[in-house]
């Protein structure tokens, strides 16, 4: 069960329901932080998929309560760790269309170096110069996998990553929710 720390309690209680009528055990994450919904819920399913990964063949997520940001999260991480997924409403419980978004394959090991160079950088850079120097990368390399190009998809066409022009002509680049994500998917599976 996943909510708000600001939710523990009542979690606590409804996760204690749940174990005393259907006998099964529930564990209440309770860390999960507004402004980090979407980063906390992928490294809390991530760790589940690492502990539980010899035990069980496939996983199972409800992504219908909690609020609005708690749901997309759930149901973005379902589809980004190829998590079966359902929404109830009422009576009527209905499966999530299965969608494995193949990022883990479409991503090269240099836009992921990018992404982990932005991430480390707070989330963006002021220019490509900066990205250089936290990548070692050349500037046309990094604009490659930035932009892309007719045949080969960039950061910014994947949605890992977002680019601006500002002051001089410099590109701003920055880190997406989606690019986070994908970092948490690498680092903790």
Do not use: W
């Not at 523990?8 to 259907?22: G, M, P, Y």
């Not at 010899?54 to 199972?60: I, N, R, V």
């Not at 309560?65 to 190829?82: H, N, P, Q, V, W």
């Not at 932005?118 to 604009?143: F, H, I, Q, R, W």
């Amino acid at each position: 069960m996943i909510c708000y720390e600001r939710d523990k309690d009542i979690a606590k209680r409804v996760s204690t329901k749940i174990t005393e009528t259907l006998k099964i055990d529930v564990v209440v994450y309770d860390t999960i932080q507004p402004q980090h919904s979407y980063k906390s819920i992928m490294q809390i399913f991530s760790s589940i998929i690492e502990k539980n990964r010899g035990t069980y063949d496939d996983f199972l997520l409800n992504v219908s309560s909690g609020d609005k940001m708690i749901c997309i999260a759930e149901a973005a991480t379902s589809f980004i760790l190829g998590f079966k997924a359902f929404y109830c409403k009422g009576d009527e419980c209905v499966m999530l269309p299965p969608v494995k978004l193949s990022y883990t394959e479409t991503v090269s090991e240099v836009k992921l170096s990018i992404l982990r160079a932005l991430d480390k950088a707070g989330g963006e850079v002021e220019s490509l110069e900066e990205l250089t120097e936290l990548t070692n990368y050349g500037k046309p390399l990094l604009s490659y996998h930035i932009h892309g190009s007719e045949d080969a998809r960039g950061l910014i066409g994947l949605g890992l990553a977002e680019a601006s022009r500002h002051s001089r002509g410099k590109t701003k680049v920055t880190i997406t929710a989606l690019g986070k994500m994908l970092l948490v998917e690498k680092i903790e599976v």
